[in-house]
């Protein structure tokens, strides 16, 4: 059974940054894919980034050139670091980790944009 925490999100501005933490407890999750999904007002849970244990990192097309995901294995963490912000990034970001032929979710953090 592994545990996911995030952390970082708050309420910013438009143009502002933001870097999420997702940290992992439980057993070591180096080895598995990770990721980032959100979830806006009244929409549909959206993939916004994946980081596989080696390869390359995938990312949606709204959030290309201004999120980067990374994972840090010594701290079992992932991050999802989000510049230049907008009002449609609103949203509850979760990670996830799968691992097992499932997923495993956070409890997720909420990233507000303000025009």
């Known amino acids: 059974q592994v545990q996911l925490v995030e952390s970082g999100g708050g309420l910013v501005q438009a143009g502002d940054s933001l870097t999420l933490s997702c940290a992992a407890s439980?057993?070591?999750?180096?080895?598995?894919?990770m990721g980032w999904y959100r979830q806006g007002p009244g929409k549909e849970r959206e993939l916004v980034a994946t980081?596989?244990?080696?390869?390359?990192?995938k990312y949606a097309d709204s959030v290309k050139g201004r999120f980067t995901i990374s994972r840090d294995n010594a701290k079992n963490t992932v991050y999802l670091q989000m510049n230049s912000l907008k009002p449609e990034d609103t949203a509850v970001y979760y990670c996830?980790?799968?691992?097992?032929?499932?997923?495993?979710w956070g409890q997720g953090t909420q990233v507000t944009v303000s025009s």
């Open positions: 996830y980790v799968f691992l097992g032929f499932k997923n495993y």
């Open positions: 439980g057993r070591t999750v180096s080895s598995y894919a």
């Open positions: 980081i596989p244990s080696g390869g390359t990192t």
